[in-house]
């Protein structure tokens, strides 16, 4: 009990305090004094770093036991510098350049005809408010003005802070209608957008295909879609929009333009074909068997081995021994059907007249003709190649379809006779340099579209096409 006494006024008081309470304790005389509390200093720990991982309101650390020495703060790695940005080049504009975009209005005012009416209504009204004195003509004419002003800045409120997004279909084709889907964003946090007018703009034609927003409600998007039906083969170049209102009294058209690039490759027409029986590769022998692949006939029969496709067991010998037998599949022989076309175009035809046009009419004609027995042939299982007269190629399968061949064939444009030879020779060279083998020159042919067969196994079509390449991938991702 004394001890306890002895430990509470050791901690309260000073040296001089704790000899008096153990004079008294001796003695067994009085009650131990406890004197005045001594004054507490404590120490108030600096801010944390800012740096530091640790987040929240600072702790203040426990003091450290006497002698050990205080705990050390673990370093705090700071993350790498980035490298210093390169300075971008300003580009200065010139002093026509900036006069002219001081000049140019953001955006394009259109008078309709309702507004030209209210015009001729306001001038009027103006000029007799002028003429006469009367102040309820003024009163009339300034009502008037106020609704032109309130118009104008209505309308360029609903034009503010919009996106306008086009979404071009996979692939198109000439004579069949496709569907584009423009999609207008309202990037402001309270004010809808009313009466939009998005047209849709092409390198080269006129602007026809529109779409009409009623409302865009605020951070919201609508979307509309216009139909087009395209009337000729090559790339479709869209160059940006035109959005335009006129909001809210109809009075006058604001619009204006944004940049929004996209390219459409419109394939060639493609018509009904009905190709004959009695084809030359087939009847010269039809499908053949030449070693391994994968076709359907039987090539030979071993022993099962680990990463087999087991859809392959041939179950009748594998029945008579204890061990699985596997039946390797023979590789078939196709025919692949060459057309050949001549895309070189004669100097008689090379200025604009009426032989220049005739010649554009057949060559169109004859490309659309070859669009549509290369799909007829794709969709009967046969092999396509499609060459022209210089030295170009491209080919065509079930298994990779007919877009590469239609693809081809919308970007094919003819070339003038005299250009004909340094373009075959520069052809040839980087397919040399390529480490390819240069293209052989097609024979001169008689009529403008050729077609001819050739027997070519499954060595050349591309890898993981044939039938046995895919088994293999499926039993080795099982295995």
């Not at 430990?7 to 008081?13: C, E, I, L, Q």
């Not at 279909?169 to 990037?187: D, F, K, S, T």
């Not at 001549?342 to 490309?367: C, H, M, W």
């Amino acid at each position: 009990m004394a001890k306890g006494r002895e430990d509470d006024v050791a901690k309260d008081g000073g040296t001089d305090s704790l000899r008096t309470a153990r004079a008294a304790v001796k003695s067994g005389t009085g009650t131990i004094t406890r004197p005045a509390a001594a004054k507490r200093e404590i120490a108030i720990p600096p801010p944390p770093d800012s740096r530091s991982p640790g987040f929240g309101p600072p702790s203040v650390s426990p003091s450290p036991r006497p002698g050990k020495a205080p705990r050390e703060a673990p370093a705090v790695r700071l993350p790498p510098r980035l490298p210093p940005m390169p300075p971008q080049p300003v580009k200065h504009r010139t002093a026509w350049e900036k006069l002219l975009r001081f000049f140019t209005p953001p955006r394009k005012l259109k008078v309709t005809r309702e507004g030209k009416y209210y015009l001729g209504i306001t001038l009027g009204v103006g000029f007799a408010a002028i003429n006469t004195g009367n102040n309820l003509l003024y009163l009339l004419l300034g009502m008037l003005l106020s609704l032109m002003l309130v118009s104008g800045v209505m309308s360029d409120l609903s034009l503010r802070r919009l996106t306008v997004t086009r979404r071009l279909p996979v692939r198109a084709q000439v004579g069949r209608a496709h569907l584009v889907e423009i999609e207008v964003y309202n990037h402001k946090k309270r004010v809808p957008s009313y009466a939009i007018e998005v047209e849709d703009l092409r390198a080269g034609q006129p602007a026809d295909k529109r779409c009409f927003f009623l409302k865009i409600s605020p951070s919201s998007a609508q979307v509309a879609a216009y139909r087009r039906t395209p009337a000729r083969r090559g790339r479709d170049r869209h160059t940006g929009f035109r959005i335009a209102t006129r909001f809210p009294f109809g009075l006058f058209e604001k619009s204006r333009e944004v940049d929004a690039e996209g390219e459409l490759i419109i394939y060639p027409a493609v018509d009904a074909v009905r190709l004959s029986i009695h084809e030359s590769g087939r009847r010269d022998g039809g499908a053949g068997s030449s070693g391994r692949g994968g076709g359907d006939e039987t090539y030979a029969l071993r022993p099962m081995r680990e990463g087999d496709d087991p859809r392959d067991i041939y179950w009748r010998k594998s029945t008579v021994r204890d061990q699985l037998i596997l039946r390797e599949r023979s590789r078939e022989t196709r025919p692949d059907i060459d057309v050949i076309i001549d895309a070189v175009r004669p100097a008689s035809a090379a200025d604009n007249g009426p032989l220049a046009e005739a010649y554009t009419t057949q060559f169109e004609k004859r490309i659309r003709e070859v669009a549509s027995r290369a799909v007829a042939h794709i969709k009967r299982g046969d092999g396509v190649v499609v060459s022209t007269t210089l030295g170009e190629r491209v080919r065509g399968d079930k298994n990779l379809g007919s877009d590469p061949i239609l693809r081809f064939l919308a970007l094919l444009e003819s070339v003038d006779e005299a250009k004909a030879p340094a373009l075959r020779a520069e052809r040839a060279a980087r397919a040399l340099i390529a480490g390819r083998s240069a293209p052989m020159e097609a024979a001169p042919v008689l009529n403008p579209v050729s077609t001819a067969t050739r027997p070519t196994t499954d060595d050349d079509a591309p890898k993981g096409s044939t039938r046995s390449n895919g088994k293999r991938r499926a039993a080795g991702g099982r295995a």
